[in-house]
Each structure stands twice: as structure tokens, then as C-alpha cells.
């Protein structure tokens, strides 16, 4: 067993010092491979978070492969997890950029509508929701993500925002 192994062992056993020992032991193999597949300005990020994981996985650590392995089979996870987080930032980068110029070429259907005005009532948290899935276009998940919120609040606080916006439309036509 290999000194990675047993100190990643000896820490899943609730030692913090093997922990603390292997993660600078293991540090700079897995920065290297982090660097080398997200790039260097990420390669922090995905490091901490590649030891993140290893430390919440570490009670179904068995020890039967290395520890090296081991790590660097969440490291690659942790890459490509980020690979794909800027992937789908950078799309709902461009689409927001495009849809301004949209916007200008056609009628604003929120103001329209007086929409807009209803929607500028809503709480932040429901405006925000609901004008990143609604008026955006965004997913449930990427609003979630801009928002740092679960994809079920989000659910939540369009509903929520349906509702008042309904509300506050039938007041206004009555008057």
C-alpha cells in the first residue's frame, strides 16, 4: 500500500493530520492536471474542489485501488465539471448579449403590455426568478445557477411571481 493510500485510509478513520498530509502530498500532481485540462486560471478551483469531493467521498474510500488514482479520478471529474460550467456560462453569456439587439428590433411586449410595470412590484428574489426564465429565456437550471440558488427555488419563485403577477393583472382590470 502505497504512503498516499494509507494516509487517505488513516484519514477516512478521522485522522486530520493523514489528511492534512495527504492532500500536500498530493497537491501539486493534482494542480498539474488540473492546469493542463482547465487551464491555469482555473486550476485553483478546481484543486480545492477536487479535495472538496475526496473529503466528502472519503468514508467510501476502500483503499483497493491507489490513492494517487483515486484522487486524480476526482480530479478529472472536477475538470470536467468545470469544463462544462464555462461552456454553459459562455452560452448564456452570448445569449444574453444577443437579446438586447433583439429587443430593439421588435416591440418590447412587457411594456407593451404593461407588464413590465407588474413585474418591477415583484420582490427581487421573484423578479429576478422569473424574468431570467420568463422574459430570458433561461432554464430552470441556469437561472438557477446565475441565482446560486437549487433549481427548485427557483420553481418556487416563478410560481410565486405567477401568481402575484396574475393578481396584481386582475386588480388593475378592475380597477
Not at 424574468?131 to 446560486?148: I, K, P
Request: glycine share 6%; net charge positive; charged share 30%.
Amino acid at each position: 500500500m502505497s504512503d498516499l493510500t494509507s494516509l487517505l485510509v488513516a484519514a477516512r478513520e478521522g485522522d486530520r493530520l493523514a489528511l492534512a498530509s495527504a492532500i500536500r502530498g498530493s497537491q501539486a500532481e493534482v494542480w498539474q492536471l488540473a492546469c493542463h485540462l482547465v487551464g491555469r486560471d482555473d486550476a485553483d478551483d478546481v484543486t480545492q474542489d477536487t479535495y472538496v469531493r475526496a473529503w466528502r467521498a472519503l468514508p467510501r474510500f476502500r483503499g483497493e485501488s491507489s490513492g494517487r488514482t483515486w484522487l486524480l479520478a476526482i480530479a478529472r471529474r472536477a475538470c470536467a465539471d468545470a469544463v462544462r460550467r464555462r461552456v454553459r456560462e459562455r452560452r448564456l453569456a452570448e445569449r444574453l448579449r444577443a437579446r438586447p439587439a433583439a429587443r430593439a428590433t421588435g416591440p418590447d411586449l412587457a411594456a407593451t403590455h404593461g407588464l413590465g410595470e407588474l413585474v418591477e412590484a415583484l420582490d427581487d428574489d421573484r423578479r429576478e426568478a422569473f424574468v431570467l426564465t420568463q422574459l430570458v429565456g433561461c432554464s430552470y437550471a441556469e437561472a438557477a445557477e446565475v441565482c446560486g440558488v437549487a433549481v427548485g427555488t427557483i420553481r418556487s419563485r416563478v410560481a410565486r411571481a405567477r401568481v402575484e403577477l396574475v393578481d396584481a393583472a386582475r386588480a388593475a382590470d378592475t380597477g
